[in-house]
């Protein structure tokens, strides 16, 4: 057997002195590494420090300056100087420099083309400006690596700009409820709309919808209350404009304001519209609805909403977050046998504030001052009772031997008659003859559906002036955006056709049939005893009831109704002057009353509208059938073609009394009950041209 032997070997000493020496390396050099990264981040913030206590330096000096030559605009050169000087002094704000490292310029802020279609502010030097420009250096010294590093800069220069701006002009635009009063059957409406839209049950009375009518808000106040609810530092308005709050608490804060002012009736309404929000209802912010022109100063948040608009855009808002159609009861407009809904798919922003100069230069840019009502995707779904007279005169005209050179087959294949058909087909003693024969159908109650994409009426500021003598103007574009009207058949049934109005692809709208010219087969037999009968196809067999024929729908055509068209949008210039009074152009802050509000006048798009779904096309369809286009009824789509202008108007009639009930409730109630209104966009101004707030421009 052979043996095993196994042997162990110890560390040496050698070799353990070895491990310790890696390991002290290791360390040595981890700890310059931590020491070097310590060194830096220390430096970095020095310089960090140094360059922020600078521009706090230049800011400060910036804003007094441009607010003392606000207030005083006989500063020369020397006395704007002498104000920054001053800010800066050892006994305030302690600048470090000397006072050749201070520089004061006047000049102006324009918004120009930054190249990729957008705008940025520049400042350019101008005696007549207002804006202030200030500009301090420092030399300090540079950083710890480069005081090592041989041949390096051991100081370097901080330099910090600040720009400041008072007496400068500010505007607002409001677009405001077309309500002007609530009576019984508006409340009705009221709650209705705004709770279907809201997902909820709302049941204000008419003192209370007048209340918000008549209750005006201040918007600084209320951001101030906001912000202290949501928990946000008071002043901070930019981070209380771009929080998500819920409807509910927006409605409560309005109703706190509200309620220092003691106007009871708008609180109370605004308490039971808050109790009313389903709390799945989305989260809102309020610069989706409010616009305030980046950079403006706190002054421009001092502007009064009527306490109605805060409550349509809000939950007009909320409503196009959750995507509910609004059924809404037609018993509240007096009609009957009709589905309405409405969606809001584009929501309102009620008022826009900001500096006019910047939205001249940039109508349509990022500093626009810009307003617009709500865009509505409405679904009208009724039935046409197309009978009676109406259905008499229809199959007179169709029936009519004047009109046709195939008189004789064609009226012989109306009215069955058998004799006259078997002269015209040579039928002699000993027949066995098959015929389609013609089948009119008028359509007694066809469901036609109508869909609107309506509203969005807006306004823009687009130019101001001011002059030396008071004089004041400001204008700004109102427009009413394209109307999308779709009439004709949008789904089998009411609801189907609902859900494809709402979905989010374009819906495909069919003509509706109102005529429906079917086909029966009959089959004619003699004997040569001149004994004759008719008999019916009924789809297994020939029978000789002939109510139990078997019926082909439009085999030999139809006439059908269908409406796809676009209405252009109508715009106008809307100029606002302190003339004859200041009402018509007030200062801003100022409560606007109706002598500084206007509207464009969009009546055409209304009857453009109305007289489009009152003159709905006329469609004809071909026949279906195999064999049919050949045969003499083919000619009977030639003799439909031929009276079409007869059964235009015939047709005309009934849609016309049919619908302009419902055009009127949809178009003058609906709409304007929700502030948006066709026929007019109400634009409210205000304008201060010199505002002694001061604030940082860029």
Known sequence: MNSMSVHFHRDTPRLGSRQAGVISVAAAVVMAALVMFLALTVDTGRLFLEKRALQKQADLAALETALSYCRDQTLDDA?????????????????????????????????????????????SIDSDGKAVRVTLSRTINASLFAQLTPNSDKQIQVIATGIAQACQPIASL??????LSVDSSKSDLLNALLGGLLGGTINLSVAQWDGLLSANLNLLNYLDALAVDIGLQAGDYDGVLSSSVSVGDLLDIAADVLELDGNAVS??????????????????????????????????????????????????????????SADIPVSVLGLVDT???????????????????????????????????SQLRTFISLDLPIVGATLSSLTSLLTNPLLSGITGTVNSLLSLDIFGLLGSLSCLILCDIEEELLDIEVLSEP??????????????????????????????????????????????????????????????????PILDLGTQRV????????????????????????????????TAGGLGLRLDTSLLAGSETLQYLNSPADSFLPEYGVIPTDDAYQSADTSSL?????????????????????????????GLVALVGAVSEALNSAVEAVVSSALSPILAA?????????????????????????????????
Do not use: H
């Open 523 to 554: 089959r004619y037999q003699c004997t040569l005893l001149l004994i004759c009968w008719t008999e019916f196809w009924d789809g297994s067999g020939w029978n000789s009831d002939p109510a139990s024929a078997q019926r082909d729908a439009f």
């Open 174 to 179: 409001n677009m405001r409820s077309n309500i």
């Open 666 to 698: 949809t178009i003058d109630e609906l709409l304007d009950t929700l502030g948006i209104g066709l026929a007019k966009a109400e634009l409210g101004a205000t304008m201060s041209c010199e505002s002694d707030k001061v604030n940082l421009t860029m």
């Open 606 to 634: 209304v009857s453009g509208l109305e007289g489009s779904l009152l003159g709905l096309d006329l469609e004809f369809y071909p026949p279906s059938g195999s064999g049919i286009a050949g045969s003499p009824l083919g």
């Open 267 to 324: 609180v109370s309404a605004l308490r039971d519209l808050s109790l009313a929000v389903p709390g799945a209802a989305p989260l809102l912010r309020l610069d989706e609805f409010i616009e305030v022109q980046t950079g403006s100063p706190e002054a421009a948040l001092d502007v009064n909403l009527q306490a109605m608009q805060l409550v349509q855009g809000s939950i007009q808002l909320a409503n196009s977050k959750s995507a509910i």
């Open 79 to 123: 006395g704007r100087l002498a104000v920054a000087l001053d800010v800066l002094s050892a006994e305030r704000n302690n600048f470090q420099g000397s006072n050749e490292d201070i520089v004061v310029e006047l000049g102006v802020v324009q918004s120009v083309d930054d190249g990729n279609g957008g705008t940025i502010k520049q400042f």
């Open 339 to 373: 589905t309405i809904k409405i969606q809001v798919i584009e929501p309102a922003t009620i008022v826009a504030v900001g500096n006019p100069e910047y939205a001249s230069a940039a109508p349509f840019g990022s500093d626009a001052i810009y307003v617009r009502s």
């Open 447 to 512: 469901r036609l559906d109508i869909l609107l994409n309506a509203g969005n009426g807006d306004g823009r500021v687009t130019a101001y002036s001011c002059d030396d003598d008071g004089n004041k103007s400001l204008d700004a574009l109102s427009t009413s955006s394209v109307v999308e009207v779709k009439a004709g058949s949008l789904g089998s049934d009411a609801n189907s056709a609902a859900i494809n109005a709402f979905a989010a692809s374009d819906p495909t709208v069919e003509a509706i």
